[in-house]
């Protein structure tokens, strides 16, 4: 089993950038379909971002040309750049893959944009 551990949130103003960072282990990493999903406070857990063992990715229309999804399979490591945040960005954001058809999920990670 992969284990994740997100990082890199934190809080900043609008307009602004952050880096989060998705650190995996195990011997399957690099052959995993990666993805950044988020929660905000009473909403439903949406995705936000999925890249491929191949690095074909994937966006939802609300991040599409914001965010930038990566992957360094040395590192065992996904990325998501987010430019042009919004306060609507704020939530907690999680990254996850799917295995045997269970679903498995990092700690999370706090984003907070004020405006």
């Known amino acids: 089993q992969v284990q994740l551990v997100e990082s890199g949130g934190g809080l900043v103003q609008a307009g602004g950038s952050l880096r989060l960072s998705c650190a995996g282990s195990?011997?399957?990493?690099?052959?995993?379909?990666i993805g950044w999903a988020r929660q905000a406070p009473g909403k439903q857990r949406e995705l936000v971002a999925s890249i491929t063992s191949g690095g074909s990715t994937n966006y939802a229309d609300s991040v599409k040309d914001r965010y930038t999804i990566s992957r360094d399979n040395a590192k065992k490591t996904v990325y998501l750049e987010m430019n042009s945040l919004k306060p609507e960005d704020t939530a907690v954001y999680y990254c996850?893959?799917?295995?045997?058809?269970?679903?498995?999920w990092g700690q999370g990670t706090q984003v907070t944009v004020s405006s």
């Open positions: 195990g011997s399957i990493f690099s052959i995993l379909t």
């Open positions: 996850n893959y799917r295995w045997m058809r269970n679903d498995y």
